[in-house]
């Protein structure tokens, strides 16, 4: 089973992006949370995410500028990035979550990855 990412790709500086993750129809227990992203030498970090409350949190540093979004089925979790920065250069990784009949099962899933390249 495998997370379907994309969107990523080149971008000036201010350009934007729209990046796609979606669960395969196959597996109806897996359910697309939201986006991380990873530089080289640093530790994976939360871009946007949808809570188990359903609301959203979004890392300080996109606030105003990205905004996630799902479908009605929970199969799909969309990033928005607006006015990219440099800085917003990374591997972006798609999260999602198979749930299990009981909760504390749940278990944690990532997607492949995306390269968001963005040019000053």
């Known amino acids: 089973v495998q997370l379907q990412a994309s969107g990523g790709g080149l971008v000036q500086a201010g350009g934007s992006l729209r990046l796609s993750c979606a669960a395969p129809?196959?597996?109806?227990?897996?359910?697309?949370m939201g986006w991380y992203r990873q530089t080289p030498g640093k530790e994976r970090e939360l871009v946007a995410i949808f809570t188990e409350s359903g609301g959203t949190d979004y890392s300080d540093s996109v606030k105003g500028r990205f905004f996630i979004s799902r479908d009605g089925a929970k199969e799909s979790v969309y990033l928005q990035m607006n006015d990219l920065k440099p800085e917003d250069t990374a591997v972006y990784y798609c999260?999602?979550?198979?749930?299990?009949?009981?909760?504390?099962?749940?278990?944690?899933?990532w997607g492949q990855g995306t390269q968001v390249t963005v040019s000053s």
């Open positions: 129809g196959s597996d109806a227990r897996l359910e697309p």
């Open positions: 999260k999602a979550v198979r749930r299990a009949l009981n909760p504390k099962y749940d278990r944690d899933l």
